[in-house]
């Protein structure tokens, strides 16, 4: 069943096309998250389905009804701010027992109502505190707790874990998750961080330049970005200048690098290999069949090591090694060695798709 | 947003700010341009016959006759001018020439009509006899059957026009352009005097290291939450002819000076007490642009190798030059648009304010004084215009400033004159205010130094009527007024500023800006505005409110009102509308916002606003003083007739039973406002709060 829809949806600002015909759908029960650099117009986007910005066309739809001319409050949404915007006059009780008291719920059901979204939020202990008693992340939990008291068609997230400790932010992702899935809530996210996209949603949605540029579950658009652009923002990637021969034999920088090309890529000079740095393997020179480079630098990361390698391209190329594997190479900077993309991994775009 | 409800609010919140604002403001524009003329005598004629044609018959015969006979010879003569006028004959003898002289020469011309003529001017004469000289009691004999219209134009023979007559009177009569002067030159000394103090007392507090640095600023805010006219007439006790230091202290215990021939009574007089009552205002911009910007500026110029002179003249002064300005032009407008102090101490220094006031009160005549009004305008509006420029430019510089002074040790040399400096101001201030505390006791000044209750105790049985006209009696009328338009403008102004800072519908910024007129403008507009208006507002004499207390209520209400609109406007601005969104998508409507929401949160904006406008209520005079009636007095008023009466005992006891009344205010304001757990901030009313939004204008 389909609970939100957005056909069309298109908005300026000036002569800034924040959201340019944007088209989603979300189920019931599902987390979507939108994610996308800042300015992409992820934002704009939340607040036009919670409606505090009109779109200038399209049609916007919950529970299949047009709700493009209904105030906020008469939507049925949550909305969890990037700021909390708790009630700092209220106590945590009366901030997330606010909405049912505003439609003049009986005490002892709203009484109930907030304990079991406190349990849920695990904030029992908390009830009676103002908001400025309370930590980032309380007050995150609260705002949440808030946000569903009312039983919400569609809860509206935005950036509600960028003003916390990368510590707490992680932590909190699970828990959100969680309490959204105990709610049974349908949500949409915002965020600017793939990796709370990627770990948080059912789907994620890519935005750039007003535009959603892809759709898909987490998996899809990491293995299979349908551009350099996604390639590139989900996670890290290699990209480099290729071309492919007539039968569709690829080459970067003159060297065959054992992918092949489709048909219709074959025979074109414009295009861009893109591949990840986990995909990218690494030996000392002379053992295996690769591309001849030498190591630039080092990262270390804890488990893994990032190495650059210049190849004689001028962009570099990264390759992550497992940190006990790069002890075993015995390697430094400044040694030669050989690389290789993994073919089954790499994913060649025409110039054309590649964004930017 | 409901912007269909927040429409609503605004559409009917502009109804009011037009009906107590606007409206009352375009009245003064309007009565500036009314001119009385005489109504041509052709006409004069139409309208009494028209008039006398309302009798019946035979009453008018006999009282037009009896009207005839009564005519003395000077009369009877200027009736024969006006017929032989009205018939198109020439008068023949000289009109400027003396009575007898004329009287004789009117018999002779008529004697020498031809019969015809004469038949003419027997028919004629009776007529005249009535427009010339027996209109009025004609008028009031039919005044039961003439609309009031009707019965004015007949009483006074003259027709209200328009015309720029009072406007020009301005720019041609040379009394005006003397007090034109006065008030420029008065403008300019004050403000440069004020500011210069003020600098040094601000700068010593925020940047000198002060030991006591509390009474410093309790010395330069003080006058700012006093009655009206209190440092002028303090400044009288002490230095005027029977002044305690002038005659006491050099006149007759040390024999330096001739009390008689020290005369405070003008320019000298009136700058100190304008200084010290506009230097809480002065003192609040300059403190307020020394303790925001950047001190990291001066080390880094000390670290330059900058010496102290150095850094203040090339860093500190320029720095904190836009708030200098601002405070020159509030004080110089404050100075151009005070009359309390000239009139009680300047008599001999005649300037606009004042003149305005004697116009008014003095001569009745509105249309000059609404003239003068507007020709007071210029001044403040450039000033109000050049105020925002600077205001704009400043908000620019003064991006990314972390603020906090500088840590640097001030040299001692530079210290010490500071701290002298303060304690003399301090010193001063204390003394004028003991002084009026002293004189409440005191039974005559200059006279009888014996100590008396005499002015606190009100007995109606051995009143004068001067106790109940302007004494003790009159501070309750103050507190019932005050208290009642207290709560309603705080809320009024809170709902305008969340209007035009959270909901926004169409015209919010306008209403905002209505709110801001009373402020921008000369106080006394307000004033003459509401005698003129809400005498029969839109001909309708039956809704006057004029000698009521709704009519001070309101006026201290609207005028007051834009301390809240500023202070609520910055509150918003800095707290995160995001709890607004928050309440409407959790279904709140507009108003449960506001109410549920928005108002908790602005609780100290609230009170800071409520008690605003109920110390305004007790201590304001520039509009009020239009508006009391003999069923209605104010304390402040009465302060001040009692101080120009030199009725200094009902005026220092007047004085402080509204001080203390304002400092209970205060503490109460505080008490309710005390550090809250709620908002977790560290929340403490003071009294520099109450009009840094109002100095912000």
């Known amino acids: 069943m389909t609970r939100l829809s957005l056909r069309n949806i298109s908005k300026s600002f000036g002569d800034v096309r924040a959201v340019d015909n944007v088209s989603l759908e979300v189920a019931a029960g599902e987390f979507v998250t939108l994610v996308g650099g800042s300015g992409c117009g992820k934002t704009t986007l939340l607040r036009i389905v919670a409606g505090f910005t009109r779109p200038d066309a399209g049609e916007l739809l919950i529970d299949g009804r047009r709700v493009e001319a209904l105030a906020p409050r008469e939507r049925n949404i949550g909305f969890v701010f990037q700021s909390y915007a708790l009630f700092p006059t209220m106590t945590v009780r009366g901030n997330i027992g606010f909405a049912l008291r505003l439609r003049r719920r009986p005490k002892p059901a709203i009484d109930a109502r907030v304990d079991e979204l406190c349990a849920l939020a695990r904030i029992g202990e908390l009830a009676e505190r103002y908001p400025h008693e309370l930590s980032g992340g309380q007050q995150q939990r609260v705002a949440l707790a808030r946000a569903l008291a009312p039983n919400p068609s569609i809860l509206l997230l935005d950036e509600p874990l960028s003003a916390l400790d990368a510590k707490i932010r992680i932590a909190l992702r699970a828990e959100i998750r969680s309490i959204v899935g105990r709610a049974g809530a349908t949500a949409v996210f915002v965020t600017h961080d793939q990796e709370e996209a990627l770990s948080m949603s059912d789907r994620v949605a890519v935005m750039e330049r007003g535009q959603i540029v892809q759709v898909g579950t987490p998996m899809e658009v990491y293995f299979q970005p349908v551009d350099a652009f996604v390639a590139d923002f989900i996670g890290v990637s290699n990209r480099l200048s290729a071309r492919a021969d007539g039968e569709g034999k690829v080459t970067v920088s003159g060297r065959p690098i054992g992918v092949t090309a489709s048909t219709a890529l074959s025979g074109r000079s414009d295009l861009t290999l893109c591949i990840r740095p986990e995909h990218v393997a690494l030996d000392r020179p002379g053992i295996k069949c690769g591309l001849p480079g030498r190591i630039a630098a080092r990262t270390f990361m804890g488990e893994i090591v990032r190495v650059e390698i210049d190849v004689g391209i001028g962009t570099p190329v990264f390759a992550d090694l497992m940190s006990d594997r790069w002890m075993a190479l015995d390697l430094e900077v400044g040694s030669d060695v050989e690389w290789r993309a993994d073919p089954m991994h790499a994913r060649l775009f025409s110039g054309e798709t590649a964004v930017r | ?697």
């Open chain 2, 1 to 697: 947003m409901s912007r269909f409800s927040g429409g609503l609010a605004a559409l009917a919140i502009g109804i009011v700010f037009g009906l107590f604002i606007l409206v009352p403001i375009g009245a003064v524009l309007l009565e500036s341009v009314r001119v009385q003329r005489p109504v041509a005598p052709a006409e004069m004629r139409a309208r009494t016959v028209a008039a006398l044609d309302l009798m019946e018959a035979d009453r008018r015969a006999a009282v037009v006759t009896r009207w005839v006979q009564t005519l003395n010879p000077r009369q009877r003569m200027e009736v024969t001018a006006a017929t032989l006028a009205a018939l198109g004959l020439l008068v023949t003898w000289d009109r400027q020439a003396a009575f007898d002289e004329q009287i004789v020469a009117a018999t002779g011309a008529v004697e020498r009509l031809t019969p015809e003529q004469r038949t003419r001017f027997e028919a004629e004469f009776p007529v005249q006899t009535v427009v010339v000289h027996r209109r009025i009691p004609l008028a009031f004999q039919l005044r039961d059957r003439l609309d009031p219209a009707e019965f004015e134009a007949l009483r006074s023979g003259v027709r209200t026009g328009f015309g720029i007559d009072h406007l020009a009177a301005f720019l041609t009569e040379q009394r005006f352009q003397r007090i034109a002067r006065n008030s420029i030159l008065l403008a300019l000394v004050t403000s440069a005097l004020t500011v210069l103090i003020a600098y040094a007392l601000a700068y010593a507090v925020t940047r000198g290291d002060l030991r006591w640095p509390g009474p410093v600023r309790a010395a330069a805010l003080v006058p700012l939450v006093s009655p009206p006219v209190i440092i002028a007439f303090a400044i009288i006790l002490l230095f005027g002819r029977q002044g305690l230091i002038t005659k006491g202290l050099l006149g007759d215990m040390l024999g330096l000076v001739n009390p008689e021939q020290f005369n405070v009574y003008g320019f000298g007089g009136v700058v100190a007490a304008q200084v010290l009552s506009f230097l809480p205002h002065a003192y609040i911009v300059i403190e307020n642009v020394l303790s925001q910007h950047d001190g990291r500026l001066e080390e880094a110029a000390v670290s330059q190798g900058a010496t102290s002179s150095q850094v203040f003249r090339h860093v500190t002064l320029p720095m904190t030059m836009p708030g200098v300005t601002r405070a020159l032009l509030l004080v110089a407008i404050l100075s151009m648009t005070d009359f309390g102090n000239p009139l009680v101490i300047g008599r001999d220094y005649p300037v606009l304010a004042g003149a305005i006031y004697d116009e008014i009160l003095g001569f009745q005549n509105k249309p000059l004084a609404a003239a003068l009004c507007l020709w007071l305008m210029v001044p403040t509006i450039g000033a109000y215009w050049l105020a925002e420029r600077i205001g704009r430019r400043r908000r620019h510089a003064a991006v990314g400033g972390t603020g906090g002074p500088p840590e640097l040790l001030m040299e001692p040399a530079l210290r010490g004159a500071l701290s002298v400096f303060s304690g003399l101001v301090v010193a001063f201030v204390a003394l004028l205010y003991l002084t009026v505390v002293y004189g409440s006791f005191t039974r005559v000044w200059g006279i009888d130094f014996s100590l008396t209750l005499e002015h606190y105790l009100f007995d109606p049985s051995l009143d004068t009527g001067l106790q109940a006209e302007r004494g003790i009696p009159t501070v309750w009328t103050s507190i019932k007024i005050a208290a009642v338009a207290a709560p309603i403008g705080g809320v009024l102004s809170l709902l305008v500023a969340y209007l035009a800072e959270r909901v926004r519908p169409p015209g919010a910024e306008a209403l905002a800006f209505l709110a801001l007129l009373p402020a921008i403008l000369p106080g006394v507009i307000l004033g003459i505005g509401y005698l003129i208006f809400f005498n029969a507002p839109f001909g309708f004499v039956d809704l006057a409110i004029t000698g009521t207390a709704a009519i001070l209520i309101v006026n201290v209400l609207f005028a007051n009102l834009y301390v809240g609109v500023l202070a609520g406007r910055a509150a918003l601005q800095r707290l995160d509308a995001a709890t607004d969104e928050a309440a409407s998508v959790l279904g709140a409507t507009m108003v449960q916002s506001f109410r549920l929401v928005t108002l908790p949160m602005l609780r100290r904006t609230l009170v800071l606003s409520m008690l605003y406008v109920f110390i305004h209520g007790l201590t304001t005079l520039s509009a009020v003083i239009f508006l009391v009636s003999p069923d209605h007095k104010l304390a402040s008023v009465g302060v001040f007739l009692n101080a120009e009466a030199s009725h200094y005992g009902l005026a220092c006891s007047t004085s402080v039973v509204i001080l203390a009344t304002v400092l209970v205010a205060l503490s109460v304001g505080r008490a309710v406002d005390r550090p809250s757990r709620r908002t977790g901030v560290r929340q403490q009313l003071q009294v520099e709060a109450l009009p840094a939004a109002a100095t912000a204008r």
